[in-house]
């Protein structure tokens, strides 16, 4: 009986030419990540904070449209962080030890103010993971965020950092998948 059934289902292929959707298997569009129901994709292109969400809007599933990345658990975080680590490079700078980071979707409305940071998506900020200090809005002018690393003991912490909208820093997008 089994083989009878696989017969005819081949036969209806080969007769009908039914196309297999893709996305049956691969739930997000290519080069993108699935992780607890959502894609993710790092770019490593530099670009400022507003460049980045563009960017990251610039592309869709068939279920959304993509944006900066937000963040609502520590196993989220600590799998953006990875996937932010095992795409960067260290981008030295001569006057402090070698940092590198990647923008996230927290960001502050008002350039300058002292409101609670919200995601670009415009979910919940449900779940926090500010380095000590931070944010700080630094000169009053810190108003959005990145993942950042410094050192190995980054890697543990895995924490946000503000900074200028201005600086130009990779990212990550996340979107909905098919």
């Known amino acids: ?41 790092y770019f490593g292109e530099r670009v400022t904070w507003e460049e980045a969400r563009n960017r990251c809007r610039d592309h869709y599933s068939l279920n959304g449209r993509a944006d900066l990345v937000s963040i609502h658990s520590e196993q989220e975080n600590a799998f953006v962080y990875d996937l932010f680590r095992s795409s960067a490079s260290i981008t030295p700078d001569l006057s402090a030890p070698p940092t590198y980071g990647v923008w996230i ?29 931070q944010p700080s809005n630094w000169k009053g002018n810190e108003d959005c965020a990145h993942l950042w690393r410094r050192d190995a003991e980054d890697d543990i912490l895995q924490s946000w950092n503000d900074m200028p909208c201005g600086n130009d820093q990779p990212f990550i997008c996340k979107v909905a998948p098919n």
């Open 105 to 133: 979707g927290a960001y502050q409305t008002t350039i300058g103010s002292t409101e609670p940071f919200i995601w670009s998506d415009g979910s919940g900020l449900n779940f926090e993971q500010w380095m000590t200090g």
């Open 1 to 41: 009986m089994k083989l009878l059934l696989a017969s005819m289902a081949v036969l209806a292929v080969a007769a009908y030419g039914l196309d297999l959707d893709a996305n049956a298997c691969h739930p997000c569009p290519q080069f993108w990540l699935l992780f607890n129901g959502n894609c993710y994709r």
